[in-house]
């Protein structure tokens, strides 16, 4: 299983704020969506949507939904799952905000997308064990 769930989606002077909240919500349909205001590179203002989610029932469906993504997307994953774990256990994954918007999932690896941190299980908490815990998560067919 997992531990949590964090996400954090930037929000530009340029982007429609309620846009950004459905697609999150089809990531994590029953987030309560936290805002924070914060300063642009060129001093525009940017908003920070984030949550952190716990419950199992929304942890279990954020799981469903990441299996329902595609065979090529998982083996990508797979890849690069070095480079998307950190030592301490914490799986990371971005998805593009547009098609989160249109209902689909698609992970990317550009910035402007939603970040999603996800805690892995892994006791004592190392890389390799958590790693381990990915590959038996995403079910490649």
Request: aromatic letters at 8%.
């Amino acid at each position: 299983m997992i531990h949590n769930i964090s996400y954090r989606a930037f929000v530009y002077g340029t982007e429609n704020e309620e846009k950004v909240k459905n697609a999150i919500k089809t990531l994590f349909p029953n987030s309560l969506i936290q805002s924070e205001v914060t300063e642009g590179h060129y001093k525009t203002p940017v908003l920070i949507l984030h949550d952190k989610i716990d419950k199992k029932r929304d942890i279990k469906n954020f799981i469903k939904s990441l299996n329902n993504i595609g065979s090529y997307d998982k083996k990508r994953i797979l890849k690069d799952l070095d480079k998307k774990m950190d030592d301490k256990g914490n799986f990371f994954l971005r998805f593009d905000k547009q098609q989160a918007y249109q209902g689909e999932l698609e992970v990317v690896e550009h910035g402007d997308s939603i970040h999603v941190k996800i805690k892995m299980p892994a006791y004592p908490a190392k890389k390799d064990i958590a790693m381990k815990l990915v590959r038996k998560l995403l079910v490649v067919d």
